[in-house]
């Protein structure tokens, strides 16, 4: 079983930024794909940024230009730097990570973002 621990999430202003870390119980590398998801209240789940085991990133159009995902396979782990930060940006954020020769997901917890106007 594989699990995903996500940290960094917390309070901050508009304006301000926070680095989202995703610590991973096994090698990263593994995984075909990481990704940063976001739920805020009464909303689906929508993905914010992935990177493959290739580095390709993706990024969401809404955070484009003000997020980064980036990883560290020595340390299996996955971040997002989040900066310029809007009260839209509020959420839980999830870590995924995607094994597809297994057709599996993993998911952590969640942090919960806040961001104050």
């Known amino acids: 079983q594989v699990q995903l621990v996500e940290s960094g999430g917390g309070l901050v202003q508009a304006g301000g930024s926070l680095r989202l870390s995703c610590a991973a119980s096994?090698?990263?590398?593994?995984?075909?794909?990481m990704t940063w998801y976001r739920q805020a209240p009464g909303k689906q789940r929508e993905l914010v940024a992935s990177i493959t085991n290739a580095g390709r990133t993706n990024v969401a159009d809404s955070v484009k230009g003000r997020f980064t995902i980036s990883r560290d396979d020595a340390d299996n782990k996955v971040f997002l730097q989040m900066n310029s930060l809007k009260p839209e940006d509020t959420a839980v954020y999830y870590c995924?990570?995607?094994?597809?020769?297994?057709?599996?997901?993993?998911w952590g917890q969640g942090t919960h973002v806040t961001v104050s106007s």
């Open positions: 995924n990570a995607r094994e597809m020769r297994y057709n599996l997901d993993y």
């Open positions: 096994r090698s990263i590398f593994s995984f075909n794909t």
